[in-house]
């Protein structure tokens, strides 16, 4: 492979070319740099900086000729349509049969933010007149290249989706008919703890960096649906939109976690144009069982994986998983131009879909003693503990409304009395008497005189504005007799303020307290990188500050209870370990802590219940993908088998080649997946079929030709097991 296009008198071989490809797919921190000092230890030169240039240069000719014969070979397969890889991306999720049972749900996708794939901004250097450095003018080579793939949307495609590209995008859909007042507050009370982060760093970072991460869409099986680019700004919501629209577009009925499920449900619903088109499609937002843990628990009891129906015992938590492996991508591509890196990032995703996540696809005792236990008959009683806590929940989230014109009054009466002995205390000094000495006596008497005056004449206007407010409130609550302060009804009500401000200050407690608990969890996870690590040091930190002043808070409400209430410790605060310690079992308007569902047997009865009816989705949803599995490969081999021949027969034998090359890329795993799934059919309790059924998917349909793959699954195992053994 030629470094130059004319009078070349640098060439490098393909097979190192090949091996460096096949090498930074594998390990993304090998640059060409390091690769290229390799190669001269090999040959004992010294390193120059011009190798590297002359090698990144045949490198990008040689990607490009693998996307060219790419191209073809999905041309004459005809696979070259529009949206053609996302709808066939997950044969276990997208190859569906004929005589399917319907499911709930039936496409799961995930999709999230990262920062860690940035690309550093080439500016000049400019220097004030103080010597100061300040960033210039941009000074990027013009590149006009684009990545082969279809895994990118365009930035043009995203930005239709701004607040500024509302009014074209609006040409093309349909506002929805949904109301403002139509959205659930199933998310009520946690969307204000997810924003995105505004430290004066990243402000900083967004003129440093021209791409500030990436925003993928995943399936549950880790296939990489779509991807954009965040360009000079943080996760913002147009990101989530595009990805959100493009998908329903393609594929139809979607299931969608996203760390801010609960917003984003309400931002979509609400959306003029997205709104219309998700109603249409069913689309379900929902919370990652991760980043759900950070969620108030009503919302948890709407959004989190573990109690929603048709979910399975899946976690929507694919995309953390994925930038775990990812962000080795960045070493490479932190540095390169926008093509390298849209290079780099588009082979990885294609490796990985491969690779990776092609390669991976393939309790109810202990709940009935304690449902024995606990006298409860039917596992449906606890669904009918699930909408008590619900119903709870929602009690707490808003005062009744009596209450809180019961302690509005209370408040009033307090202030009135207040006013009305200020307006007392006034008249009783009275006005002073103004002397007829000096005329400077007089003066200072006559500005005391007019300053006592103003704030008689202020209080008295204050009093009768209370005492209007009162008489108001008194019409609406119909009391017949103003209360006293020795009153039946303002003790109540004055115990009620006092618990009002007890039971804030406890709610805020909890939050940073659970917070910071699975923060905590997270910091010891193994595979967390260092400068995520960091990051929640940093946030840890802060939380630490913010749990001491809500635990000074509560410490002077909880003294001011009659009788005082228990003061809590920072060594008991940072010992807190479990959910129940700090949830559900306190005391609030109403005491629960005799109702069975705050119990913790029976919150782990609970949790054991949806746990198996998300296990028995779960079945049934492999039930489904397992047949669609088989049936792709059967199908897939034979249709790549048929068109290999033909392509020969039409006198195109180099096409032919490369479409069994194309065979095999994917086809090395087949005998591993049908391995795997005949041991699994061994196992008691497997339900699923392992005979291949009859695809929706016509274009792999072809008479009389069948796979000699899979024609005796026997004797393939065995040659299978023989061919591996001998590497």
């Not at 609030?588 to 198996?612: C, N, S, T, V, Y």
């Amino acid at each position: 492979m030629p470094a130059t296009a004319v009078f070349p008198s640098v060439v490098i071989t393909v097979r190192v070319l090949k091996v460096f490809w096949r090498l930074q797919l594998r390990c993304p921190r090998v640059g060409v740099q390091a690769f290229v000092h390799t190669l001269c230890d090999i040959h004992g030169v010294s390193p120059r900086g011009y190798l590297a240039t002359q090698f990144s240069v045949a490198f990008d000719v040689y990607l490009a000729i693998l996307a060219a014969v790419d191209k073809r070979v999905q041309t004459a397969l005809g696979r070259d349509t529009p949206n053609w890889r996302l709808k066939n991306a997950c044969p276990s999720c997208m190859y569906k049969l004929e005589g399917e049972v319907e499911i709930p749900l039936p496409f799961l996708a995930t999709i999230d933010g990262n920062n860690s794939l940035k690309r550093f901004w080439r500016r000049e250097k400019v220097v004030d007149v103080d010597g100061n450095i300040a960033p210039g003018a941009s000074r990027e080579r013009l590149d006009t290249r684009v990545p082969a793939g279809d895994y990118y949307l365009s930035r043009e495609e995203v930005d239709k989706w701004s607040k500024e590209g509302l009014k074209d995008l609006m040409r093309d859909f349909e506002p929805g008919d949904e109301e403002e007042g139509s959205v659930g507050d199933e998310g009520a009370g946690c969307s204000e703890r997810w924003q995105n982060m505004k430290e004066d760093s990243t402000a900083r970072a967004y003129g440093m960096y021209d791409k500030t991460g990436i925003f993928p869409a995943l399936c549950r099986h880790g296939f990489v649906l779509v991807i954009v680019d965040m360009v000079k700004s943080g996760e913002l919501a147009k990101y989530g939109f595009a990805v959100t629209a493009h998908l329903i577009c393609a594929l139809g009925k979607l299931g969608l976690g996203y760390d801010i499920g609960c917003k984003f449900a309400q931002m979509v619903r609400l959306h003029p144009a997205l709104a219309k088109l998700a109603a249409d499609n069913d689309f379900k937002a929902l919370v990652g069982a991760f980043h759900g843990h950070a969620h108030n628990h009503r919302c948890q009891l709407c959004n989190l994986t573990t109690y929603v129906p048709g979910v399975g015992l899946e976690d929507l938590e694919g995309c953390e998983k994925f930038f775990s492996k990812s962000n080795a991508l960045a070493a490479t591509t932190r540095y390169a131009t926008v093509f390298h890196r849209q290079q780099t990032i588009t082979s990885y995703l294609k490796h990985a879909d491969t690779a990776d996540a092609y390669q991976g696809l393939c309790t109810a005792v202990l709940l009935r003693e304690t449902m024995l236990s606990m006298g409860v008959e039917s596992r449906s009683v606890f669904e009918t503990w699930l909408e008590k806590e619900k119903v709870f929940l929602a009690t707490l989230s808003k005062e009744p409304a009596h209450e809180t014109l019961e302690m509005e009054y209370y408040q009033k009466l307090v202030n009135l009395q207040d006013l009305e002995e200020r307006v007392g205390i006034i008249t009783k000094v009275g006005l002073p008497i103004l002397p007829a000495n000096t005329d400077a006596t007089y003066a200072a008497a006559a500005s005391q005189t007019r300053r006592i005056e103003t704030q008689r004449r202020h209080a008295i206007e204050a009093r009768d504005k209370t005492l209007a407010v009162v008489a108001d409130l008194e019409l609406q609550l119909s009391i017949a007799r103003r209360w006293e302060n020795d009153g039946d009804d303002w003790i109540r009500v004055a115990k009620m303020v006092k618990n009002r401000r007890y039971q804030r200050a406890i709610d805020a407690l909890e939050g940073l307290v659970v917070a910071r608990m699975f923060e905590l969890s997270k910091v010891n996870m193994s595979d967390t990188g260092y400068k995520l690590r960091k990051h929640i040091a940093k946030a840890l930190q802060a939380r630490s500050k913010g749990v001491k002043a809500a635990l000074e808070r509560y410490n002077e409400a909880a003294t001011a209870m009659t009788p005082p209430c228990t003061q809590l410790s920072w060594e008991q605060i940072i010992n807190y370990a479990f959910l129940a310690d700090f949830d559900l079992l306190r005391d609030g308007r109403e005491d629960i802590r005799g109702e069975p569902w705050a119990q913790p047997a029976g919150r782990l009865a609970m949790d054991q219940h949806f746990k198996l009816l998300r296990a028995d989705e779960e079945i049934a949803r492999l039930n489904l993908e397992i047949p669609r599995l088989v049936t792709h490969m059967v199908d897939e081999d034979a249709f790549l088998i048929y068109q290999e021949r033909r392509l020969v027969h039409e006198g195109n034998p180099a096409l032919a080649h490369q479409v069994g090359v194309y065979r095999m890329e994917r086809g090395r795993f087949n005998a591993l997946h049908m391995e795997r799934l005949m041991k699994l059919s061994k196992e008691p309790g497997f339900t699923a079929s392992l005979t291949p059924g009859v695809s929706f998917n016509k274009e792999r349909r072809y008479v009389g030709c069948t796979s000699n793959i899979f024609v005796n699954l026997p004797s393939f195992l065995n040659a299978a097991r023989t061919c591996r053994a001998a590497g």
